[in-house]
Nanobody, 119 residues
Framework: QVQLVESGGGLVQAGGSLRLSCAAS????????MGWYRQAPGKQRELVAN???????EYADSVKGRFTISRDYAKKTVSLQMNSLKPEDTAVYYC?????????????WGQGTQVTVSS
């Protein structure tokens, strides 16, 4: 079992910055990947950024160059630095973790935190 607790989020103006953080607890030794998803009103949940266990990263095309994911592998935390925010970034952001226990793969999600970018 893994629990994910998010912090950050809020209301910012377009062009501003915000930093989201997520802390994992429980059976964290099984975690392989950690990242962030988001879901905007009327849209499907989409990947924002992910950091794999080997240290490589991936980003949605819409956030490349603006968002930066970072991860502390020892503390089992992951953060998302969001710069040059746009109204289109408004969404509920979810922390994500993938863990593997032998042949079984698990996916965990945080409760979500609202990010609102005003024009």
């Amino acid at each position: 079992q893994v629990q994910l607790v998010e912090s950050g989020g809020g209301l910012v103006q377009a062009g501003g910055s915000l930093r989201l953080s997520c802390a994992a607890s429980g059976r964290t030794s099984s975690i392989e990947d950690m990242g962030w998803y988001r879901q905007a009103p009327g849209k499907q949940r989409e990947l924002v950024a992910n950091m794999f266990s080997i240290g490589s990263t991936e980003y949605a095309d819409s956030v490349k160059g603006r968002f930066t994911i970072s991860r502390d592998y020892a503390k089992k935390t992951v953060s998302l630095q969001m710069n040059s925010l746009k109204p289109e970034d408004t969404a509920v952001y979810y922390c994500y973790a993938r863990s593997v226990l032998g042949p079984v793969e698990y996916h965990y999600w945080g409760q979500g935190t609202q990010v609102t970018v005003s024009s």
